[in-house]
């Protein structure tokens, strides 16, 4: 399989859901060089003004390989010109990840049932978010496939009229149907990683789908944008192959050693991710924090939204100076973890220097949440490859590196309270909290 991704969590969410012990995957960081029977090539793309560029010129090398094409379930990013660079050949879409409660209908995308477009999922962006995945698509020619929809009949005489399938899904069921009835067929998926999951599943099924496979011919591509919708028929069932779990995907892989060092990166503007960081300190982790230059030092914004009350005590100083953050962090991790935190926007390159200054040449294991943050950091260590073992929780994709480096990626939206703290009690199974009271949260 070749795959494609728009950023480095979601090109190892796409590899934890696609890879099987016949299937081994390898990730990498530039143009697709590595020989394995699953290649998943991080863009870097999502925001990139060359994006069209980037999937045209990286599509070269598919060969006659299946494609899956990652986007962000969100729509974030250049959705319009990722799609247009694939329609040399058929493109069904789905972006819906209904295990985020973020699902697709009527072409309006919702999260946790309310509209995209109302939530606060954008605020990190400069416009914003899509009313619908069409207004995402931009002129894009596309069609609108309803849940419930004849999904075998349907999706030919789309991609024949040289449309763009855009279908929605509400429930990992829906995401199977789309996928049983493209399989074996010319089509490409675009879509989150719950499409890919959905493929994952119907590949280690290790049977064809009964509802049959998509087969077309090759049809002239219709001008202009399409609004059509199709009415609803009878649903088509899903795949029923069961999900491919963390212990089948670990299997194939040799184990990770600890590396005894553990840092966690946390460039993520997420709400959620203060309280995450508090259960790490509970638990033995020393808190650093960058600040961008000519910020405040004082007061509870002066570690970052909802760090202030991280530690029982007073906060971490926070430093706008990465050497001297560099130098806290080596330090900090000579006598335990450490978690490093940012208080505010556009810090991502100069959290990377921090880690690059901080570790030096000497592997380590490395927590890095956010697709942007991951990227930066590992680029700046050099990586360009990642070979994954296994998956802590959904989107929270455990790897290596060839230089040694053991590190977990993790999308900045993905995860619950716990998330950092599972994440790092994988990595390191004894570390235990401050206290012998229950952890609160």
Not at 14 to 43: C, K
Not at 74 to 86: F, I, K, P, Y
Not at 162 to 187: F, H, K, N, Q, S
Not at 428 to 434: E, F, M, T
Request: some cysteine.
């Amino acid at each position: 399989m070749f795959v494609l991704a728009d950023d480095l969590t979601g090109a190892a969410e796409t590899a934890a859901a696609l890879m099987s012990p016949g299937r081994p995957a390898r990730i990498a960081l530039s143009v697709p060089v590595a020989a394995a029977a699953l290649v998943v090539t991080d863009l870097d793309s999502r925001h990139h003004p060359r994006a069209f560029d980037l999937v045209r010129e990286a599509l070269a090398h598919a060969g006659d390989r299946r494609v899956f094409v990652k986007v962000d379930s969100l729509l974030r990013g250049d959705v319009a010109a990722t799609v247009a660079a694939c329609l040399d050949a058929p493109v069904v879409f789905a972006p819906a990840l209904p295990s985020a409660g973020r699902t697709v209908v009527g072409g309006v995308p919702y999260v946790h049932g309310v509209p995209l477009r109302e939530t606060r999922a954008w605020r990190a962006e400069p416009r914003p978010a899509p009313a619908t995945v069409a207004e995402a698509l931009g002129d894009v020619p596309w069609v609108h496939v309803p849940v419930g929809a004849d999904l075998p009949a349907v999706l030919p005489a789309v991609l024949a009229a040289g449309r763009v399938a855009v279908c929605d899904a509400e429930t990992d069921a829906d995401l199977d149907a789309i996928v049983a009835a493209t399989l074996g067929g010319p089509a490409r998926l675009i879509g989150s990683g719950g499409l890919a999951t959905a493929l994952g599943r119907a590949l280690n099924a290790g049977r064809p789908s009964a509802t049959g496979s998509l087969s077309l011919d090759a049809g002239s591509r219709a001008p202009g944008s399409g609004s059509a919708h199709l009415n609803a028929g009878s649903r088509v069932p899903g795949s029923g192959s069961a999900r491919l779990d963390s212990a089948a995907v670990s299997g194939s892989c040799a184990a990770s050693p600890a590396n005894g060092r553990l840092l966690v990166v946390v460039g993520t503007a997420e709400p959620g991710a203060a309280e995450q960081v508090r259960l790490l300190v509970e638990h033995g982790f020393t808190h650093v924090t960058l600040r961008p230059p000519g910020a405040a030092v004082t007061g509870p914004d002066a570690v970052g939204p909802g760090f202030a009350h991280v530690t029982a005590g007073p906060p971490p100083p926070p430093t706008a100076d990465p050497g001297t953050a560099a130098a806290r962090v080596r330090d900090a991790l000579t006598s335990g973890p450490v978690v490093l935190t940012v208080s505010g926007p556009a810090l991502t390159r100069a959290l990377a220097e921090v880690v690059r200054e901080a570790l030096g040449e000497t592997p380590a294991d490395l927590v890095l949440t956010g697709g942007e943050t991951a990227r930066r950091v590992l680029d700046a260590l050099g990586v360009r490859e990642l070979i994954p073992l296994d998956q802590v929780h959904h989107g929270a994709v455990h790897s290596r590196t060839p230089q040694g480096h053991s590190v977990v990626t993790r999308p900045g939206s993905f995860g619950t309270t716990d998330s950092l703290l599972r994440i790092a009690t994988h990595l390191n199974p004894d570390l235990r909290p401050n206290s012998d009271s229950d952890l609160k949260g």
